[in-house]
């Protein structure tokens, strides 16, 4: 991003008056361009609220540290540079660079890195932080050429990688890849000592740009993709299967096609991560299904669902496969090699991301997977993630749709074994109750999200309550699966939130969380802060049955009310208080 770009993104931010979304940047120099940029990534990606970047005082990275929590901000950005662990590290300072000051400089920076660990373990319970490590080439300091290796400078970055090792296992940090910045910003091209000696900022606007972007990317965390669909002829293997025949497809280096065995590596490390996998060919479909059962590819098809193989359209495939995952399409990536079936799948379904498979280029197949590695990245692999493909195929035997009989339902819910755990939280935020309020749009109240900051401020009030709750049956696990928030004042229960995911829909999940809100807190009545947004039609339709009226906001309902209208439901229930 441009500096020009920056600042017109910021001019047509939301006014002042609006929610505001605020940002502690803290650094040792003068944070400058820096803080624009960041300002305007962080717009960018939160467009509505405006956005407000906090800086420190020049030369105290120590004391902005520290001083992170009385700002109270939503986010925290460190962007660490050498001169933070010592000051002789910088150009700035003449503190000498003689070679007896190497074993203090070591020693400072074994001291100055301890700091900052602890200093990030306390920061990071209130606020999520996202750091970047030292960017900037080292100082020649060292009595060594530059070709070679000095016992000083590989000591000091010693401590800094195991600094960097324990950082990253603090939860609620997260740290710039060094990897993807080094493929970003070249390491020559990052330090400008003009602008450090005249003013104290170190970096090329190219770089302050890079690294504006990874840490405003760390900050919001945008939400991965949920789905990949696939072709398979010269995608998945090599060949036209119906051409060449069983035999003939490959993905091997004998043939060439060994780029095809590495992207299915990948999709079924991204399926075990939690990714839903399918395929959309056009194929015959009892070919396909022999590749699978005598090939043996490295994607097995237990690692995909659903498989459409047949000669229909391929937009027609994907709307099954939708339908069947339950999601929206913008979360969604569509891979093939024809442009046409693209082309033809985009126009259907607008919102897909659809991306080309780069055939016979071997260079293009690994750029492919640098790019769907991202787009579908995670911090941490959590319970739901693993058993979301097996929560899938046992939701198809649920008895669903009009053609079942009410009867056949009632039964089945009846002996599902099913249990919900309902855990109440004051003091741990479970990441997974932030992740289901700002991902979910079928079953959200009124759409709103909330920051880690904000939902901790929110939980923190002493009239209000965080109930997260888990369910299983004998068919296997859903995990965390629905988040309610609100607040209990004289005889009304407030719910602010609620969303749950669309896994549970369809067994009676919601009238039971109303039930045990009702049985833990006796209100009287209960209102909704219910709001009608593009997607979240599911609860505007539990609202209506449930409450007997189109809901509005605030929609107010006595308990009794609700009681002798809620459907019968079977579940077990296990509550917690704080784990």
Known sequence: MKLIEALNILRKAPPESEEKFAASLVSGFTPLHLET?????????????????????????????????????????????????????????????????????????????????????????EVPVAVSFPTLPFPPISFAPGWQASSFETEVRALLASAFDHVVRIPNVKVVNPQQLDFLSPLGQRLDVSSEILTGFPYRLSHASVLAELLSQLITSPAPKKGLITDLDDTVWQGILGEVGLEGVSWDLEHHSHMHAVYQQLLQALSAEGVLVAIASKNDPKLVAEVFAKRSPILPASAVFPIEAHWEPKSESVGRILKAWNVGADSVVFVDDSPTELAEVKQAYPAIECIPFPQADAAGIYELLRRLRDLFGKSAIREEDAIRLASLRQAEAMPRGEEVPESAREKFLEHAEAELTIAFAKETLDPRALELVNKTNQFNLNGKRHTQTSLQCYVRDPHAFLMVVSYKDKYGPLGKIAVIAGHRRAQTLS?????????????????????????????????????????????????????????????????????????????????????
């Open 495 to 579: 719910i602010d939130t609620w969303v749950m995911s669309c896994r549970a829909f369809a067994r009676r999940i919601e009238h039971r969380c109303l039930d045990e809100l009702i049985a833990k807190f006796g209100p009287d009545h209960i209102e909704f802060d219910f709001t009608e947004t593009e997607r979240n039609g599911p609860i505007r339709t539990f609202l209506t049955e449930a409450l007997g009226s189109l809901p509005e906001s605030p929609q107010r309902v006595s308990s009794k009310v609700f009681l002798e209208r809620r459907q019968r439901t079977y579940h077990k229930i296990l509550e917690t208080i704080d784990g």
């Open 37 to 125: 940029l960041l300002a305007a990534q962080l717009q960018r990606l939160v467009p509505q609220r405006k956005i407000k970047v906090k800086t420190g005082l020049y030369g105290d990275f120590m004391g902005n540290l520290e001083r992170v929590a009385d700002a109270d901000p939503d986010a925290a950005a460190v962007a660490m540079e050498w001169q933070d662990l010592d000051p002789r590290l910088g150009i700035r300072s003449l503190g000498g660079w003689l070679p007896d000051v190497f074993p203090d400089v070591i020693e400072n920076v074994r001291v100055r890195l301890g700091s900052i660990e602890n200093a990030l373990q306390r920061i990071s319970q």
